[in-house]
């Protein structure tokens, strides 16, 4: 097999699709060839997978009331209809609260005793 030009599909560079990456790409039981040039493959492997990162960067804030407090807040995320909203004062407070019956410390005030 002689080394293949192929044309990139994200920046429209040409690259070498060579005899030995075709020959891994066999091994590797991969029948398809390369849409991308090295150059691409590498920054998508950097971004963190594409696609995904979607969310990231411009978070949809949505408009809910705090099912606690009654206040309006704004959530990262779309709330599930039926489920408790809360604003960032309660979830605090509703985390700190419900920590579970841990008894931490002891009670004790700071001071150790052996
Ligand atoms: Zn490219
Ligand atoms: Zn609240």
Redesign the pocket.
């Known amino acids: 097999m002689p080394d293949e030009t192929l044309a990139?599909?994200?920046?429209?560079?040409s690259?070498v699709f060579s005899e030995g990456e075709q020959q891994f790409f066999r091994e590797r039981g991969y029948d398809n060839k390369p849409s991308?040039?090295p150059?691409?493959r590498h920054a998508r492997r950097e971004g963190g997978g594409g696609q995904r990162s979607q969310s990231r960067g411009d978070r949809q804030m949505t408009d809910v009331q705090c099912t606690s407090c009654g206040k309006d807040t704004q959530v990262p995320f779309v709330p599930t209809p039926g489920r408790p909203v809360l604003c960032p004062d309660c979830f605090a407070q509703s985390r700190a609260g419900s920590g579970g019956g841990g008894s931490r410390g002891g009670g004790g005030g700071g001071q150790r005793r052996w």
């Open positions: 990139c599909r994200d920046c429209g560079a690259f991308r040039c150059d691409c």
